[in-house]
């Protein structure tokens, strides 16, 4: 079984939707969970990290269930310039965080005009 | 401005032949790491390092090697031992501490190609 899973898409969403993503985790143990955003042929950037309670920034909303070890993005009224490949992100090492992260293999999301 | 540098960003090669990626940061990191990334595929941990003078194997860490002599730097060698070399390259950093919320950030790549 994968470490993180995510539906790799893509999804083609209208400008001005709602778009959510899930990604799954094997380890129950894991601590930290992040969103990151990769765009084509850069690096990942660091969108949002994701706490127990749930989280918001402006038109993202992480979610967090560790019973059913599954993490979720929302992405409300969508931009053009949100299309991008979503990364989901899971310490599952012992160190907090040092021994690195295990990467989902990416959720690609296209924003249609 | 503090950030992560990589160079080159594109480098070619001949099989055969060792090369070294440079890796540089100025935000003051204990913890930095070294991943690549295929096309389809998500990050794979070659080697990570919490303090100056020591550093971990990650998943992949046969046919590369590391030195971290500075905090600021961490260069990757892909020897001629590494059988798939042609991969895009990232460096990362981040703080290090127990148990905790812990980001990575990520300098903006080396494309390798190995022909």
């Known amino acids: 079984r994968k470490e993180v899973e995510q539906d790799p898409g893509p999804f083609n969403v209208p400008e001005g939707a709602t778009v959510a993503f899930n990604c799954t985790y094997s380890?129950?143990?894991?601590?930290?969970f992040f969103w990151y955003r990769q765009d084509c042929r850069k690096e990942p950037k660091l969108l949002m990290s994701?706490?127990?309670s749930g989280n918001e920034d402006g038109r993202f909303t992480a979610q967090l269930n560790r019973a059913s070890q599954y993490i979720s993005l929302l992405i409300r009224d969508s931009k053009l310039s949100d299309s991008a490949t979503y990364l989901c992100?899971?310490?599952?090492?012992?160190?907090?965080?040092?021994?690195?992260?295990?990467f989902g293999k990416g959720t690609h999301l296209i924003i249609q005009p | 401005d503090g950030g992560i540098t990589q160079s080159p960003k594109y480098l070619f090669r001949k099989e055969g032949q060792n090369v070294t990626l440079s890796c540089e940061q100025n935000?003051?990191?204990?913890?930095m790491y070294w991943y690549r990334q295929d096309p389809g595929q998500g990050l794979r941990l070659i080697y990570y390092s919490q303090i100056v003078n020591d550093f971990q194997k990650g998943d992949i860490a046969e046919g590369y090697s590391v030195s971290r002599e500075k905090k600021e730097s961490f260069p990757l060698t892909v020897t001629s031992a590494q059988k798939n070399p042609t991969a895009f390259y990232l460096c990362?950093?981040?703080?290090?501490?127990?148990?905790?919320?812990?980001?990575?950030?990520f300098g903006p790549g080396t494309r390798l190609t190995v022909t």
């Open positions: 935000l003051n990191h204990d913890a």
């Open positions: 990362a950093s981040s703080i290090f501490g127990p148990i905790r919320m812990v980001e990575q950030y």
């Open positions: 994701v706490y127990s």
């Open positions: 992100v899971v310490n599952v090492g012992s160190g907090g965080g040092a021994d690195g992260l295990t």
């Open positions: 380890n129950s143990a894991s601590q930290s």
